[in-house]
């Protein structure tokens, strides 16, 4: 049947995180620190809302855009980062935020329009710019410029076919983040030219430092051009649950709505009544968890520096991007040989594109016991070469 399935999907590389631990699955003793996942549980009283939707019967559909009682959250929610949306109009409820990068892509491209994506990234961008029709334009970034791209790094690949520029910052795998300073002249490249920003800031709790986040939506002159996505996975440890959200334009929030009603109706009814109580009274739970995550990432910075590590000091999301160039393997190899002779995994640089070789990804989202047994596999690892 191979004949039947689409070209554009045969030539789809597998996830190459997936990929990666579909072979870790099937092996004993692994002690894995690769997978982007908050190891708390979700907040007993935001569970206990979603059990009392049930007993309330609430258990129909919603309506597609998602419950106006939880959209008028997200608003109030996202004017903390200086945003205001009309929750009728400019809200949409999702299926994850992964259904906000698919959909948001679907409703603004056509054949051949360019998308410009900033690697090392989150590995499904590539793959739903090829799947919506569109041809992925990548920027690399490096580790001596802390992976954070620049307005002229973007203005010299804008080309008339350029529709939109996907940003993620907080990053996914690199732990990098954009300032108000930074933001700044890249949107005064963007303002006044016919391109959508779409900008991911599922990490948008967890910075660390004096830096807060800055969404580039907040920005004058961005917010009619951007569609923001966010969600309740990382920040309030509901990755099962599966919400997510999109704001932005009307007439993009519209698009959106069109092909999420086609293809999937609505959010998961209870995980909705999760998120009105998640976003109601879970900034402590989320204060909380951020702390927790900050303690570790110091710890492993700090533990990298006493292996002789290089690995410049990420300060968003929960992931740590070291270098491992120096000992002399490729990232699918050193990451194999850790696998196999350690059992220790995590994730290969280049699953997340091409300027990821001589990296891995290590996500500190794993309680600290587990964080100090990876770390004496690493060094045992690290001894032997």
């Known amino acids: 049947m191979k004949s039947f399935v689409a070209k554009t999907i045969r030539d789809l590389p597998p996830s190459g995180i997936r990929k990666f631990f579909d072979v870790a699955a099937v092996m004993e003793d692994v002690v894995s620190l690769g997978v982007g996942e908050p190891d708390f549980v979700t907040p007993r009283h935001i569970c206990d809302k979603a059990i009392l939707s049930l007993e309330q019967g609430h258990t129909m559909y919603t309506s597609n855009s998602g419950l106006l009682e939880l959209r008028e ?10 945003l205001s949306y009309d929750p009728e109009t400019q809200v949409l409820v999702t299926v994850g935020a992964s259904e906000d990068i698919d959909i948001s892509l679907r409703a603004i491209i056509e054949p051949g329009d360019e998308v410009i994506i900033v690697e090392p990234c989150f590995v499904a961008y590539k793959p739903c710019v090829i799947m919506a029709g569109g041809v992925p334009v990548t920027i690399e970034t490096r580790a001596e ?11 010299v690949h804008l080309t008339e076919k350029t529709k ?10 690199t732990g990098a983040i954009l300032t108000m300073d930074e933001l700044v002249p890249i949107a005064d ?13 599922i990490y948008s709790e967890l910075t660390y430092g004096d830096a807060p986040h800055v969404s580039i939506a907040s920005l004058p002159g961005m917010a009619d051009k951007t569609i923001v996505i966010n969600g309740f996975s990382k920040s309030f440890a509901m990755t099962g649950w599966r919400l997510g959200f999109a ?14 009603q086609y293809v999937l109706m609505c959010a998961p009814t209870i995980a909705q009544y999760a998120g009105i109580e998640a976003l109601r009274n ?4 989320v204060l909380f968890m951020k702390g927790e995550y900050d303690t570790r990432r110091r710890f492993l910075l700090d533990e990298f520096n006493k292996m002789g590590i290089d690995c410049f000091e990420a300060r968003g999301a929960f992931y740590l991007f070291p270098s491992i160039a120096k000992f002399g393997l490729s990232s699918d190899d050193f990451c194999t040989r850790l696998l196999n002779e350690q059992r220790l995994a995590v994730v290969p640089g280049t699953a997340f594109g091409a300027p990821g070789e001589g990296h891995v990804r290590i996500s500190y989202a794993y309680s600290v016991e587990d964080i100090k047994a990876a770390l004496e596999r690493l060094r045992l690892f690290i001894d032997s070469l």
């Open 282 to 285: 879970g900034e402590p739970d």
């Open 164 to 173: 939109a520029v996907l940003l993620s910052y907080p990053c996914n795998p």
């Open 247 to 260: 704001c932005g334009p009307v007439e993009l929030i519209a698009a959106m709505r069109k092909i999420h």
């Open 145 to 155: 410029n802390e992976f954070r791209v620049t307005a002229e790094e973007i203005k």
């Open 73 to 82: 959250e997200i608003s109030r929610y996202m004017s903390k980062y200086g």
């Open 189 to 201: 490249v963007l303002r006044d030219r016919d391109i959508v920003v779409i900008s991911d800031e």
